[in-house]
Nanobody, 127 residues
Framework: EVQLVESGGGLVQTGGSLRLSCAAS????????IGWYRQAPGKGSEGITC????????WFADSVKGRFTMSSDIAKKLGYLRMVNIVADDTVVYSC????????????????????WGQGTQVTVSS
């Protein structure tokens, strides 16, 4: 069974930093792409970053470029989202998603269709 579990959310001050984790199981992690999405109440889901694990290629949305970075630990099957210089608009629920079977494929992580999703973790920014 494919499973994704996010952790690391919580309360953070404006300008602070936070690292979210996405624990993956049930698929070959290093053949996959991992994406991070966020959704504010009453708004649609926004894809903010992704990584194709097999070649470490990444993509970042303009809204987080320069502030968020993504990394992975293949041995532990973990994807990380590092957030710095956090602003009020970062107060949303963050979810990770996965798409397997991309090793050797020309499909970028941005173009991938994500089939598995975690439950999300809430990040709340205080001033």
């Amino acid at each position: 069974e494919v499973q994704l579990v996010e952790s690391g959310g919580g309360l953070v001050q404006t300008g602070g930093s936070l690292r979210l984790s996405c624990a993956a199981s049930g698929f070959t992690f290093d053949d996959a792409a991992i994406g991070w999405y966020r959704q504010a109440p009453g708004k649609g889901s926004e894809g903010i970053t992704c990584m194709k694990i097999s070649d470490n290629s990444t993509w970042f949305a303009d809204s987080v470029k320069g502030r968020f970075t993504m990394s992975s630990d293949i041995a532990k099957k973990l994807g990380y989202l590092r957030m710095v210089n956090i602003v009020a608009d970062d107060t949303v629920v963050y979810s990770c998603a996965a798409r397997g079977g991309l090793r050797g494929s020309n499909t970028t992580c941005q173009a991938a269709t994500y089939a598995a999703w975690g439950q999300g973790t809430q990040v709340t920014v205080s001033s």
